[in-house]
Nanobody, 115 residues
Framework: VQLQASGGGLVQAGGSLNLSCAASAHVIWLDGVGWYRQAPGKERESVAIITRNGKINYADSVKGRFTIWRDIRVNTLYLQMNNLEPDDTAVYYC??????????WGKGTQVTVSS
């Protein structure tokens, strides 16, 4: 399984970005999936996840601003990010449970929010 995150960029505080994660196989629907981020000097953290049974969980810091969803027709996971803040600056990664268990990560996408 390969995952490719895209859609990052430079945006001003208060702006929006929509991240995409294309999967090489039909894991987006079959497995738990999620978005994670790692800011400079910090550990990687969970941002938004969809569990295998469909439950959605958000980090407290992004609740009400970020929305995660998936389109099984195109094997793609999305993260709509609104009202971005400078503290959202990080490299964003997508992943699926079967790769997380092996600590395998694909290439992330950089999000930079200027104040």
């Amino acid at each position: 399984v390969q995952l490719q995150a895209s859609g990052g960029g430079l945006v001003q505080a208060g702006g929006s970005l929509n991240l995409s994660c294309a999967a090489s196989a039909h894991v987006i629907w079959l497995d738990g999936v999620g978005w994670y981020r790692q800011a400079p000097g910090k550990e990687r953290e969970s941002v938004a996840i969809i569990t295998r049974n469909g439950k959605i969980n958000y980090a407290d810091s992004v609740k009400g601003r970020f929305t995660i969803w998936r389109d099984i027709r195109v094997n793609t996971l999305y993260l709509q990010m609104n009202n971005l803040e400078p503290d959202d600056t990080a490299v964003y990664y997508c992943n699926v449970d079967r790769l997380l268990r092996q600590n395998l990560w694909g290439k992330g996408t950089q999000v930079t929010v200027s104040s």
